[in-house]
Nanobody
Framework: QVHLVESGGGLVQPGGSLRLSCTFS????????MSWYRQRPGKERELVGA????????NYADSVKGRFTISRDNANKMVYLQMNSLKPEDTAVYYC???????????WGQGTQVTVSS
């Protein structure tokens, strides 16, 4: 069983920055692709960014490209989402997501609220 815990959410002004963290526990971290998703009010959950085992291969939603950076620390079993130049439309609950490379078993964290408002 994999357990994911997000932290770092909060209230920030437009143009500000936040760094979200996700702590992974349970199975072998390197065997999982890691992603951040978000669910904005009244919208479906959407992919924000993903990072693969080596930490080099990443992909992002068009809406966050150039502003958000996803990274992983395999030694400490952590995934991060650095969010810069935040906009009100980035307001959402952000979720950490893990999926196994081998059997596609997946896991979600409980989510952390990010609110961008003046």
């Amino acid at each position: 069983q994999v357990h994911l815990v997000e932290s770092g959410g909060g209230l920030v002004q437009p143009g500000g920055s936040l760094r979200l963290s996700c702590t992974f526990s349970g199975f072998t971290f390197s065997e999982y692709a890691m992603s951040w998703y978000r669910q904005r009010p009244g919208k479906e959950r959407e992919l924000v960014g993903a990072v693969h085992n080596g930490g080099i291969s990443t992909n992002y939603a068009d809406s966050v490209k150039g502003r958000f950076t996803i990274s992983r620390d395999n030694a400490n079993k952590m995934v991060y989402l650095q969010m810069n130049s935040l906009k009100p439309e980035d307001t959402a609950v952000y979720y950490c997501y893990a999926v196994s490379y081998y059997d596609r078993q997946d896991y979600w964290g409980q989510g952390t609220q990010v609110t961008v408002s003046s």
